[in-house]
């Protein structure tokens, strides 16, 4: 039974190996592929898509070898692609995509937006989606660009890559509005679909949200200094020596040198920005000014107090530190997943 | 205790800084050796910066700001242990990386 | 820099080097024996100056083995190339600590409280001690990679 089946295998590989090869296309197959792939070119430029997606398959078909066989396949795909409802949407976009005046006319997106609304589904629908969209956009209307780019990637029919590519401009759209939370949404319905686009959001999320919480807080660090300043003001000895009291000459040593020594070798190494350790400095030079008149204005407390204090200016330096990089460079963040 | 001299307090202030630049260093390099780990040498034909010389700047800069609560310590404690146990801890961590993680 | 002048400078910075670690051993003894006296202070103070100027000389050849010699080390023998590492470090903080156990032996001979006094002397010894064994394990290992490497 073995020997049966090895030989039949051996015969057949005999008899496809005696097979004659597929012949070459003589002389006038050459000519006929070279005349129909000039005959769909000539058809694609004039947007008559059926013609050009029929002559690029003769063309193929007629001379497989033919040099121009692979630009011929590549079309005759994206046309077959884009084929729903006959080319007619297609015809339709192309009338608008090719002429850069026509791109420049708002009636005639308009016009655009209506007729995309009847395209059947497929990806002419999305592409012309995101030719509206593009247009409002360098027409200096970006929220009339919301609407298209929802719709592209809401459109579970369509192209994959296109739906992607529309979300990543929807959040930078929205971002770019000013409306993160709405980036935010974007994103996270499709969460799939671009996750470079919502990693990217998140990460800016959380910086906005890091930003209120340390503004808050030194705001309200703010608070406790002046009123702390008001109480501490007759303890002192007056108004006079308050700076005294508040800013010993030590702090403001330490100050400098913390936002000064950093910002010199920041300029040594010569590929960052100085000015986020400037600002560090000046913003523990005044948290620890409001931690001194705290002290004073309410007393130096119990263990437990003045654990509390400590924690709260700890974090209010955090804080200082967050703004003084997000505010200048916020590139410095990035290594920090922030 | 009598109020420490001023020169007093600076030499302090120095000498903790300088056992605390050599901790840095130490925790610089084992930060480096896990966040930032460097080409395998025998494969890196050139380099422009030197990490060496950074890190010892680095180092050196954490070591400034260690001064200043070396010089604040100094006029609060009237003992000084607290810098044989710094210098204790540096040396132990530096040998340590010298060792593990050069 | 041309050849010559990096082979002088590498020489001076072995020499030196090595009368630095000297300096170091022979200030150790002096710093466990709980002096606090001037010629204590003076020996700290040559050491750390001359472990410094070491380690200056260093720097300037930084470059010239950063670029000519750290690849071909390593791609010889990576035990070599990671002893070199292990000096390099070790000497950075020989330096440190030379400083660090001459401003505490300073400390200790100005303070007025003789309790500190103790602190600091033990403090300055530990320095002096750890900085004398840093430097001549560095100086052993410069010396192990440079027979072996022959630079």
Known sequence: MRRAASALALGAILLSAAAPSHAEPGPEARVTAQQSFDRAEQAFQAERFAEALAAYREAVAADPSARFVLTARARAADLAAHAEGDFAPLARLSIVRRDPTKLRDRAVIEALARDVAAFPPGRVRGEAELVIADAWWRLGEPRRAVGPLEAVVADEAGDRLTRSLALGELARLQRELGDLDAALAAVERFPDLAPAARNEVRKLVRRGRLRTTAIALLAALGVVGLTSVVRATPRVGGLGEIPRALLPPLAVAFSLYLGGAAAVLVRLRGDGDPRPFVWLGLGVLAVFAVARAWRFGWGVGGPSARAARGVICAAGVLAAAFLAVERTDASYLESLGL | ?102 | MSPATLQLVARAHAVVAWLATAALVVAAPRLIGRRRDRVTLAIAAAAALGITIAGGLGVLLEAAYRSQIRQQLFVRSPALGWLFERKEHLAFGAILLAWCALSTTAAARITREPERAKDLQRAARLAGITAAALALAASVMSAIVARRAHF
């Open chain 2, 1 to 102: 205790m009598s109020a420490p001299r001023p020169a007093e307090r600076l030499l302090l202030a120095g000498a903790s800084g300088l056992a605390a630049a050599v901790l840095a260093y130490a925790a610089l390099r084992v930060v480096e050796r896990a966040f930032f780990p460097e080409p395998n040498p025998a494969l890196l034909i050139w380099s422009e910066r030197s990490t060496f010389l950074w890190r010892a700047q680095e180092s050196l800069y954490a070591g400034g700001l260690a001064a200043f609560g070396g010089y604040a310590l100094a006029g609060r404690r009237p003992r000084a242990r607290w810098l044989t146990a710094l210098i204790a801890t540096a040396v132990s961590a530096l040998v340590l990386v010298a060792l593990l993680a050069p």
